[in-house]
Protein backbone atom coordinates (compact mmCIF):
# COMPACT_ATOMS: atom_id res chain seq x y z
CA UNK A 1 0.00 0.00 0.00
CA UNK A 2 0.74 3.25 -0.84
CA UNK A 3 0.30 6.51 1.16
CA UNK A 4 0.29 9.91 -0.64
CA UNK A 5 0.20 13.36 1.15
CA UNK A 6 0.09 16.41 -0.47
CA UNK A 7 0.72 20.13 1.23
CA UNK A 8 1.59 23.65 0.01
CA UNK A 9 -1.42 25.27 -1.61
CA UNK A 10 -2.90 28.27 -1.18
CA UNK A 11 -4.02 31.67 -1.85
CA UNK A 12 -1.50 33.75 -3.92
CA UNK A 13 -1.93 36.35 -6.53
CA UNK A 14 -0.93 36.22 -10.28
CA UNK A 15 2.77 36.44 -10.87
CA UNK A 16 3.47 34.50 -7.63
CA UNK A 17 5.13 31.48 -6.98
CA UNK A 18 3.93 28.38 -4.79
CA UNK A 19 5.80 25.16 -4.21
CA UNK A 20 3.69 21.88 -3.79
CA UNK A 21 5.16 18.68 -1.78
CA UNK A 22 4.02 15.33 -2.00
CA UNK A 23 5.21 12.62 0.70
CA UNK A 24 5.17 9.04 -0.09
CA UNK A 25 5.36 6.30 2.02
CA UNK A 26 4.44 2.56 1.83
CA UNK A 27 6.45 -0.67 1.85
CA UNK A 28 8.03 -0.51 -1.23
CA UNK A 29 11.47 1.62 -2.64
CA UNK A 30 9.64 3.71 -5.05
CA UNK A 31 12.68 3.09 -7.00
CA UNK A 32 10.12 1.98 -10.32
CA UNK A 33 7.36 4.35 -9.66
CA UNK A 34 5.94 7.08 -11.46
CA UNK A 35 4.55 10.20 -9.67
CA UNK A 36 2.77 12.33 -10.88
CA UNK A 37 0.77 16.00 -10.60
CA UNK A 38 -2.67 16.10 -11.84
CA UNK A 39 -5.23 19.45 -11.03
CA UNK A 40 -8.75 19.43 -11.09
CA UNK A 41 -10.56 22.94 -11.44
CA UNK A 42 -14.55 22.84 -10.63
CA UNK A 43 -16.49 21.27 -13.33
CA UNK A 44 -13.61 20.03 -15.39
CA UNK A 45 -11.89 16.68 -15.78
CA UNK A 46 -8.86 16.26 -13.88
CA UNK A 47 -5.84 16.74 -16.01
CA UNK A 48 -2.14 16.29 -16.03
CA UNK A 49 0.17 18.59 -14.91
CA UNK A 50 3.82 16.76 -14.94
CA UNK A 51 5.36 13.99 -13.91
CA UNK A 52 8.75 12.46 -12.95
CA UNK A 53 10.26 8.41 -13.51
CA UNK A 54 11.82 8.26 -9.40
CA UNK A 55 14.73 6.04 -11.08
CA UNK A 56 15.68 7.79 -13.85
CA UNK A 57 14.71 11.41 -13.16
CA UNK A 58 12.89 12.13 -16.69
CA UNK A 59 10.20 14.32 -16.70
CA UNK A 60 7.16 15.09 -18.61
CA UNK A 61 4.93 18.42 -18.64
CA UNK A 62 1.86 19.74 -19.95
CA UNK A 63 1.86 22.00 -22.62
CA UNK A 64 0.35 24.31 -20.28
CA UNK A 65 2.65 24.72 -17.83
CA UNK A 66 5.86 24.20 -19.53
CA UNK A 67 8.53 26.80 -19.16
CA UNK A 68 6.63 27.91 -15.35
CA UNK A 69 6.35 24.78 -13.21
CA UNK A 70 9.08 22.33 -12.12
CA UNK A 71 8.86 18.43 -11.19
CA UNK A 72 11.40 17.24 -8.71
CA UNK A 73 11.95 14.50 -6.20
CA UNK A 74 13.91 14.54 -3.23
CA UNK A 75 14.84 10.34 -3.05
CA UNK A 76 15.94 10.78 0.76
CA UNK A 77 12.85 12.54 2.04
CA UNK A 78 10.74 9.82 -0.10
CA UNK A 79 9.04 13.43 -1.34
CA UNK A 80 7.78 14.86 -4.94
CA UNK A 81 7.92 19.17 -5.23
CA UNK A 82 5.90 21.04 -7.97
CA UNK A 83 7.43 24.01 -7.60
CA UNK A 84 5.00 26.68 -9.84
CA UNK A 85 6.20 30.16 -10.88
CA UNK A 86 4.48 32.92 -12.83
CA UNK A 87 0.71 31.63 -11.45
CA UNK A 88 -1.78 32.39 -13.57
CA UNK A 89 -5.75 32.39 -12.43
CA UNK A 90 -5.87 29.16 -14.55
CA UNK A 91 -3.87 27.52 -12.66
CA UNK A 92 -6.45 27.07 -10.24
CA UNK A 93 -7.41 24.17 -9.36
CA UNK A 94 -6.85 21.12 -6.58
CA UNK A 95 -3.96 19.58 -6.87
CA UNK A 96 -3.38 15.93 -6.84
CA UNK A 97 0.04 13.77 -6.63
CA UNK A 98 -0.74 9.94 -8.27
CA UNK A 99 1.97 7.08 -8.21
CA UNK A 100 2.14 3.77 -10.12
CA UNK A 101 4.93 1.34 -10.56
CA UNK A 102 3.53 0.53 -14.07
CA UNK A 103 3.03 3.64 -15.97
CA UNK A 104 3.17 3.52 -19.60
CA UNK A 105 1.20 6.97 -20.61
CA UNK A 106 2.44 9.04 -17.63
CA UNK A 107 0.09 11.52 -18.61
CA UNK A 108 -2.98 9.58 -18.39
CA UNK A 109 -5.31 9.43 -15.21
CA UNK A 110 -6.36 6.16 -15.46
CA UNK A 111 -2.57 4.89 -15.28
CA UNK A 112 -2.26 5.81 -11.68
CA UNK A 113 -3.46 3.58 -8.67
CA UNK A 114 -2.21 5.79 -5.89
CA UNK A 115 -3.96 9.13 -5.06
CA UNK A 116 -2.97 11.73 -2.41
CA UNK A 117 -6.90 13.65 -0.61
CA UNK A 118 -5.25 16.60 -2.74
CA UNK A 119 -4.54 20.64 -1.77
CA UNK A 120 -6.13 23.57 -3.27
CA UNK A 121 -4.05 26.26 -5.01
CA UNK A 122 -6.29 29.53 -5.49
CA UNK A 123 -4.78 32.00 -7.98
CA UNK A 124 -6.28 35.56 -7.91
CA UNK A 125 -6.19 37.71 -11.06
Known amino acids: QVRLVESGGGLVQAGASLRLSCAAS?????????MGWFRQAPGKEREFVAA????????YYADSVKGRFTISRDNAKRTVYLQMNSLKAEDTAVYYC?????????????????WGQGTQVTVSS
Open 26 to 34: GRTTFSSYV
Open 52 to 59: IRWSSGTT
Open 98 to 114: AADSRVGHPQEVSEYDY
